[in-house]
């Protein structure tokens, strides 16, 4: 039990902290990037179901982008939508937009029918919720210059959120998105930023339909023809921080895509993938940790004194002041200790729950934020 223990509280500090330790120090290596801004026809990909409350506003975001209008179609797909999703859409043909509309299937077969009518050579991905830079489509396209890019994907900024959780969830993102930086100069991030990626069209293939992570079965289909996955952190899209509960079906929905993404591309668990290391310790660590952790509680009882008391006090402080945290006024001190630890084992929880994706279909995970 004493080894069981030891290897699951290696497990969990190398997940954790000891791969971006060593993801940082391979990083040193970079690939830089070829960037240079030539205009190229793109095709922007925009799936909705009932978004009446964004799409005038996203659309208004689209339109505004420095980049040439004339090289630019805008589709927007209904994806079965029931509000004044597609009026609104409607009310814009006359400055170039083009509704699609579809019977409610989900969002990968959403896609699939943008990626049927786009013409453009770059395929630009977005969501309904957030508001674009101007300057990320530009961006975006400037990093096609290298002919070893198929993929490059922007920057999520979440704005600051008036709870201690909601800024935590800020602060987890900000902490995934420091590894994705440095995966991204090393060679590649395994998948994109789904409200902000754009892609060569020749690249691009048809998304089987109950697809979850859209953002990263596409780029991997780059990614295993030998091109880059880059991140380019000039292009950004905004959005409101989401609450823990928010925060916790998306986070089920897109763990459990991983689990998706390796039967569909078998190759990431094999000498096939030239990140192999990096989505082990990535990804699949991701979905292992909260069991390590499961197994490092168990086995805490049956370490010998005086371990067997750190061990079971340390795990018993922590999860306690976890729980503690729905008790505790936002304007307390203890905040500060409680809300991370919170937010940390409410997305252990998620990732439990990813599993569901082996029993039940994959459409019973989409959940509407």
């Keep these: 039990m004493t080894v069981l223990f030891l290897l699951a509280a290696a497990f969990s500090l190398y997940t954790v902290i000891g791969y971006p330790v060593l993801l940082a120090f391979l990083a040193k290596r970079a690939q830089p990037v070829d960037k240079a801004y030539l205009p190229r026809s793109v095709s922007v990909i925009l799936p909705v ?41 409607e009310s814009y043909a006359s400055r170039g937009i083009r509704l699609l509309h579809i019977p409610a299937s989900g969002k990968a077969l959403a896609l699939n029918r943008g990626l049927e009518e786009a013409r453009g050579e770059i395929l630009f991905f977005t969501d309904v919720r957030q508001e674009l830079n101007p300057k990320s489509l530009r961006n975006l396209v400037a990093c096609f210059h290298d002919p070893a890019v198929g993929v490059t994907s922007g920057e999520l900024v979440i704005r600051k959120g008036q709870t201690a959780a909601e800024s935590n969830v800020g602060l987890y993102w900000r902490y995934e998105k420091w590894i994705r930086i440095h995966q991204s100069r090393l060679d590649s991030v395994i998948g994109a930023t789904g409200c902000i990626y754009a892609m060569r069209r020749e690249l691009a293939r048809p998304l089987p339909p109950e697809t979850l992570d859209d953002d990263v079965y596409l780029p991997l289909a780059a990614f295993f ?28 929905r897109t763990l459990a895509g991983v689990y998706q993404v390796i039967g569909y591309y078998p190759a990431l668990l094999g000498p096939g993938n030239r990140l192999w290391l990096h989505f082990l310790s990535h990804k699949v660590a991701r979905l292992l940790l909260p069991w390590a952790l499961l197994i490092l509680a168990a086995t805490s009882f049956a370490l010998p004194d005086p371990w067997r008391t750190l061990a079971c006090s340390t795990q018993a402080a922590f999860y306690g002041l976890a729980i503690l945290d729905w008790a505790v006024p936002e304007t307390s001190p203890l905040k500060r200790v409680t809300s991370p630890l919170c937010t940390f084992l409410v997305l252990m929880a998620a990732s439990l729950c990813a599993v569901a994706i082996l029993f039940v279909p994959a459409r019973k995970l989409w959940k509407v934020r």
């Design 49 to 89: 179901r009932n978004g009446e409350r964004w799409i005038g506003r996203k659309l208004e975001s689209l339109l505004a982008l420095d980049y040439p209008l004339k090289l630019m179609e805008i589709l927007v797909i209904s994806d079965g939508s029931t509000d004044a999703t597609e009026s609104i859409a």
């Design 225 to 252: 023809k030998g091109r880059r996955v880059i991140l380019d952190e000039s292009a950004t899209a905004f959005d409101d921080p989401a609450n823990l509960p928010a925060e916790f079906r998306r986070k089920v």
